[in-house]
């Protein structure tokens, strides 16, 4: 009898194993199956104007002008330049943010650069811009602007850098990819984002989930623009490493720039952030 039970046991343990088993598979399906269509609200975090957006609308502030531009699709995105010279003929630097940054937050410390005028657009959804944002109507709408500014007779079209922050250093380097950038500067950028989700979720079949890609990696060898990559010590949402294998891949001149006990997002806090780059500008003259 006791080895009648006994063999029972031992047939129900691999029925066990086979359940648990179909429920973990069931399990990790569901959480791709999620993080596929709910991976635009992990990605993108559209920000409301900010109060300075607001002041300066309110006081035609001189120098900024509002600009909305409409897209081939028409969809209408708003945005700035900042004029910061009074010659016939600007040099032009266009910044693209942060995931999570309305970019008028930007106006006061881009109006400091000398010699070099900005333009500054907020994505599809953010500040007042029109519409969902999303990899490929960023990319489509980089070109856009380029475009719009390089036929602007108060713009030098031989003398228009592009910048980048975060997830717009992957816009900064699909742009420079596609038009001719006179410079480049990335702030924290990363390699590919497959790569960054990749280390933060291994279990994650990121090619098969990722809609959103953001290659520049793979866009940086044929890329021969002057680079400027500033990084945070402490970035722990990218990385320096994933800086570095950009940098290794760049197809021009390269300058690596680490602050030291900055993170992702206190980076732009310090006075030596904003002088490295106008320093690199005024070289790009």
Same mark, same amino acid.
């Given at each position: 009898?006791?080895?009648?039970?006994?063999?029972?046991?031992?047939?129900?343990?691999?029925?066990?194993?086979?359940?648990?088993?179909?429920?973990?598979?069931?399990?990790?399906?569901?959480?791709?199956?999620?993080?596929?269509?709910?991976?635009?609200?992990?990605?993108?975090?559209?920000?409301?104007?900010?109060?300075?957006?607001?002041?300066?609308?309110?006081?035609?502030?001189?120098?900024?002008?509002?600009?909305?531009?409409?897209?081939?699709?028409?969809?209408?995105?708003?945005?700035?330049?900042?004029?910061?010279?009074?010659?016939?003929?600007?040099?032009?630097?266009?910044?693209?943010?942060?995931?999570?940054?309305?970019?008028?937050?930007?106006?006061?410390?881009?109006?400091?650069?000398?010699?070099?005028?900005?333009?500054?657009?907020?994505?599809?959804?953010?500040?007042?811009?029109?519409?969902?944002?999303?990899?490929?109507?960023?990319?489509?709408?980089?070109?856009?602007?380029?475009?719009?500014?390089?036929?602007?007779?108060?713009?030098?079209?031989?003398?228009?850098?592009?910048?980048?922050?975060?997830?717009?250093?992957?816009?900064?380097?699909?742009?420079?990819?596609?038009?001719?950038?006179?410079?480049?500067? $990335?702030?924290?950028?990363? /390699? %590919?984002? =497959?790569?960054?989700?990749?280390? *933060?979720? !291994?279990? +994650?079949?990121?090619?098969?989930? $990722?809609?959103?890609?953001? /290659? %520049?990696? =793979?866009?940086?060898?044929?890329? *021969?623009? !002057?680079? +400027?990559?500033?990084?945070?010590?402490?970035?722990?949402?990218?990385?320096?490493?994933?800086?570095?294998?950009?940098?290794?891949?760049?197809?021009?001149?390269?300058?690596?720039?680490?602050?030291?006990?900055?993170?992702?997002?206190?980076?732009?806090?310090?006075?030596?952030?904003?002088?490295?780059?106008?320093?690199?500008?005024?070289?790009?003259?």
């Amino acid at each position: 009898m006791r080895k009648i039970k006994k063999s029972i046991k031992e047939n129900k343990i691999p029925g066990i194993i086979l359940k648990a088993s179909a429920m973990i598979i069931i399990l990790y399906i569901l959480v791709c199956t999620a993080l596929y269509f709910y991976q635009d609200k992990l990605i993108f975090w559209p920000q409301q104007l900010s109060d300075e957006a607001r002041s300066i609308s309110a006081v035609k502030k001189s120098g900024i002008e509002e600009l909305e531009l409409k897209m081939k699709d028409g969809t209408v995105i708003r945005g700035w330049f900042v004029k910061n010279n009074g010659n016939e003929k600007t040099n032009l630097l266009i910044y693209f943010g942060g995931n999570a940054e309305e970019v008028s937050r930007n106006l006061n410390q881009v109006s400091k650069f000398q010699n070099w005028s900005v333009a500054l657009f907020n994505y599809r959804g953010y500040g007042a811009s029109e519409g969902t944002t999303g990899e490929r109507t960023m990319f489509s709408d980089a070109l856009e602007i380029y475009d719009y500014f390089s036929k602007r007779e108060d713009i030098d079209r031989n003398n228009i850098a592009v910048w980048g922050r975060s997830i717009g250093t992957g816009v900064a380097a699909y742009l420079s990819s596609q038009r001719q950038a006179s410079a480049v500067i $990335l702030t924290s950028p990363y /390699d %590919s984002l =497959g790569s960054v989700v990749k280390e *933060k979720m !291994p279990f +994650l079949p990121v090619g098969l989930v $990722l809609k959103h890609r953001f /290659d %520049s990696i =793979g866009r940086a060898p044929s890329i *021969k623009s !002057p680079l +400027l990559i500033i990084v945070g010590s402490e970035d722990t949402t990218i990385p320096a490493w994933h800086s570095r294998k950009l940098a290794e891949r760049w197809g021009g001149k390269v300058s690596f720039q680490e602050i030291i006990g900055e993170d992702h997002n206190s980076i732009s806090k310090t006075d030596g952030y904003w002088n490295r780059v106008s320093d690199f500008l005024e070289k790009q003259q």
